[in-house]
């Protein structure tokens, strides 16, 4: 690997307390670096530092999903009623009255698995919506981690657009309901265990999270400590499939490997062949996705990784159909978490990178810089 003197620069200018920036492909990790301190005047950053990984813990969940697929536990296409009653007769936000009520009508049609795992089901997060929020009434939002936080209208028919939201909460707890075990239990034990990936977990214990790097918020440019847990903490009624996770990046990276040789890493097979290759196709059709929109900017700014492309959605990625600006396949892989962590995978040239950071806004420039620099050093274009 060339020298990381950009990446380096990228992230000394990003201005953020520290960094883990991994590159790896299908034989094994091929450069490791922590940046900085775990929070501001603390200890250096270690490489197996522990990141709220947040919105990268839907792969995980995905392929959780799929591992239930395989086993004919669940379907893509077949309504969700059944296993999760919830789900039944779902309604769409028509508009407003007056005095600001919501007006519902029955959806068109069902919600599957599908439409969860595409984000197309209907569902949105609050945060990026303000119909969603104008739709709670008076009583506002449920707290985070709470059943009532998910039981919310549609902005749209299922199947019909794409909307990045609560969606693979949801697909956790249809892995909860059919495969009998919490989503938890289940994730140790059919992913991060086979895969060796031992700090990833929910509910990390005291020694783990003395491991954690510390969550900032840029305010002004200055950074202020932001000490929440995305997933919602431990105590939560309904563990988050959509950001709940602790990770490292080494961990994401196994995670990553695995899915460059094709469901297998070190002897363990996660999924079949055939499952990681439907995994990374396109299954929403012409629907543009991976543009996101928002109503708190504290949390997110609008964001849009290829503005220029016409982006699609896998079961668990963003895609880019064209070649990417700092030397990405066309069809590669990838999204990221609400803290400034992001991943790609890229299986045409064996290519995988993992960017860990604690910050948010989501989306900083600073941090983005410092994602290309990876990208262009793992493609020698730096």
């Avoid at 296993?83 to 519902?104: K, M, T, W, Y």
């Amino acid at each position: 690997m060339e020298s990381d003197a950009g990446l380096k620069s990228a992230i000394d200018a990003a201005a953020i307390s520290g960094a883990v920036a991994m590159l790896g492909g299908s034989e094994g990790i091929r450069y490791a670096r922590a940046f900085g301190e775990r929070s501001l005047g603390g200890e250096a950053m270690r490489e197996d530092d522990l990141f709220q990984i947040a919105s990268m813990t839907k792969a995980i969940v995905s392929a959780a999903a799929l591992q239930l697929v395989e086993q004919g536990k669940l379907a893509l296409d077949a309504p969700l009623d059944a296993l999760l009653p919830d789900l039944a007769n779902p309604q769409v936000i028509e508009g407003f009255d007056e005095d600001g009520s919501v007006r519902l009508r029955p959806a068109k049609r069902a919600i599957t698995l599908r439409h969860l795992l595409t984000h197309t089901s209907g569902f949105g997060y609050e945060f990026m919506s303000a119909d969603m929020v104008r739709a709670r009434g008076p009583a506002g939002s449920p707290p985070p981690g709470s059943k009532a936080a998910l039981l919310s209208p549609l902005l749209f028919d299922p199947g019909e657009k794409w909307e990045y939201g609560i969606s693979t909460d949801w697909a956790g707890l249809a892995v909860e309901a059919a495969s009998g075990q919490r989503l938890d239990a289940y994730i140790a034990e059919h992913i991060a265990a086979p895969l060796g990936m031992v700090d990833t977990h929910f509910n990390p214990d005291a020694a783990s999270r003395a491991r954690a790097a510390a969550l900032y918020i840029r305010n002004q440019g200055a950074l202020a400590p932001m000490p929440i847990e995305i997933g919602g903490g431990a105590n939560v009624e309904v563990l988050s499939g959509g950001g709940g996770l602790y990770s490292t990046a080494p961990d994401y990276m196994r995670f990553l490997r695995m899915l460059l040789r094709g469901g297998e890493l070190d002897g363990a097979r996660i999924l079949t062949a055939e499952t990681v290759a439907l995994m990374g196709e396109n299954h929403v059709d012409d629907l543009r996705a991976g543009r996101m929109e928002s109503v708190v900017p504290a949390l997110a700014g609008e964001f849009d990784m290829f503005p220029d492309q016409d982006t699609r959605w896998s079961l668990a990625f963003l895609i880019n159909p064209q070649v990417g600006p700092h030397g990405r396949a066309a069809g590669a892989l990838s999204w990221a978490g609400i803290a400034n962590c992001y991943y790609w995978l890229d299986p045409a040239n064996d290519v995988a990178g993992v960017l860990m950071t604690q910050l948010l806004p989501f989306g900083d420039p600073g941090v983005l810089g410092a994602l290309g620099a990876l990208e262009r050093m793992a493609y020698r274009r730096d």
